[in-house]
């Protein structure tokens, strides 16, 4: 099943006809987990008790899990999105959240709902006023960010937690797609828009111009939308 968008408009647009696109991004295998790279340097002295597994290739790198830590972002192209909807919701389990890395338009409520059967203690690493407070299992907490910017989340007793919440004043809808690239992003009104890669808070590769129209319910896209830096693509093809 493909992931699909969050939904960010306001409730008295909720009878207007919504559309959908699908598409493929391309480039996603050149996107690093910064988490995992560290990890991977004998450096940090991160040691574990775990064997590489005799089936897995020496060239394997440290590669991000597509479906939670890109983001596919639609933009509005003309100017801000109108309203704000209902709490985003991000789940926190396993030592991670569930997105990693999301993009909302300013003024997004954003709700971080512990999945743990123990607390935990999320705080932003900047002037985003979320604050280290004890969220217990099973417990949720609601934070809105100030302004603008990216905020990085992460945990006080989980150093491998770090999640993105990228507030992008244009951001009308965003989808995550699935491992091989394919993604589907709903709930969007026709006009023009441009389809952005968002990876651990930032925009990686180019911009797609896109147009929904009102033919169809769900339009695909003829062009792929390009995640990879282009450094890191001309290295992989060398």
Known sequence: MLLAAACF?????????????????????????PVWVEANDAKNHRYTFRARSSSAGKQQRPT???????????????????????PLTIGVSGGRTTPVTVVVPEGQPIQFINHDPFSHRLFDTGPGGLGPEETKAGGNRTWKPPKPGVYEIREQLTPSLRSWVV?????????????????VVRGLEPGLYDLQGFFMGKPVG???????????????????????EPKKADEEAK
């Open 167 to 183: 507030v992008e004043p244009r951001a009308v809808q965003f989808g995550h797609p699935r491992y091989n690239g394919e993604f």
């Open 9 to 33: 408009s306001p409730a008295a647009g909720a009878q207007a006809r919504k559309f959908a696109i699908k598409g493929k991004v391309q480039g996603g295998e050149t996107l690093l987990n």
């Open 206 to 228: 180019k911009s797609l111009p896109i147009e929904v129209r009102t033919s169809g319910d769900e339009q695909e896209l003829r062009e792929p939308l390009i995640v990879s």
């Open 64 to 86: 991000a899990y597509l479906p939670r830590e890109l983001c596919v972002a639609v933009l509005k192209k003309d100017g801000p999105a109108p309203g704000i909807g209902t």
